[in-house]
């Protein structure tokens, strides 16, 4: 509610200033020294308390208490790589194998477009999806994705050749 008495100050400083040339005259070089004074004490406070709040016992804000996954322990299977609409989309359905002591919670998943005519590869493009699954230890889930690649000339790949990479995994103790 102090929030009132600010504003209806300014409202009447408004008022006054639309009424009389000489209040205007008085008012804006008043009105910008308090409020540039008002800027410095506030970045006064924002830059004291921004310092003094970091503690050597606190942990880093972004450490993960949770247990390391390793790439290996994901394992997928028949993956299966389908055309979609538009023409640079592709769905992906595969199956996801949690080998790992941990529950699964989610992981990135990049995956490489090669078209290879002939034996000779060129990159066509890559993707990176959150692959948002939640598999016990030991346990598997189908899953379904979407990727999309650059297609500049709208020529489909002669021979395409898929390669993945499972990355930032996270997991959790059961």
Same mark, same amino acid.
């Given at each position: ?86 023409? +640079?989309?592709?769905?992906? #359905?595969?199956? @996801? $194998?949690?080998?790992?002591? %941990? ?6 998943? !990049? ?11 060129? +990159?066509?493009?890559?993707? #990176?999806?959150? @692959? $948002?699954?939640?598999?016990? %230890? ?6 379904? !994705? ?29």
């Amino acid at each position: 509610m102090i929030w009132i008495l600010p504003a209806l100050a300014g409202l009447l400083i408004v008022y006054f200033a639309m009424r009389s040339s000489r209040f205007r005259r008085f008012a804006e070089p008043v009105l910008s020294i308090l409020v540039a004074l008002l800027l410095l004490s506030a970045f006064l406070v924002w830059f004291r308390e921004g310092g003094s709040s970091t503690n050597e016992a606190d942990p880093p804000p972004f450490a993960q208490n949770r247990p390391v996954i390793q790439p290996e322990e994901i394992v997928l299977e028949n993956l299966q790589f389908t055309r979609n609409r538009p023409d +640079t989309s592709y769905r992906v #359905t595969g199956t @996801i $194998l949690n080998n790992s002591p %941990a529950d699964l919670t989610n992981f990135n998943l !990049t995956v490489t477009l090669e078209d290879c005519p002939g034996g000779k590869c060129k +990159t066509v493009g890559d993707d #990176t999806a959150l @692959i $948002l699954a939640r598999i016990r %230890a030991g346990q598997s889930q189908t899953f379904e !994705t979407f990727f999309t690649f650059p297609n500049p000339y709208g020529v489909d790949p002669a021979a395409p050749k898929w390669s993945y990479r499972v990355s930032d995994i996270r997991g959790r103790m059961p």
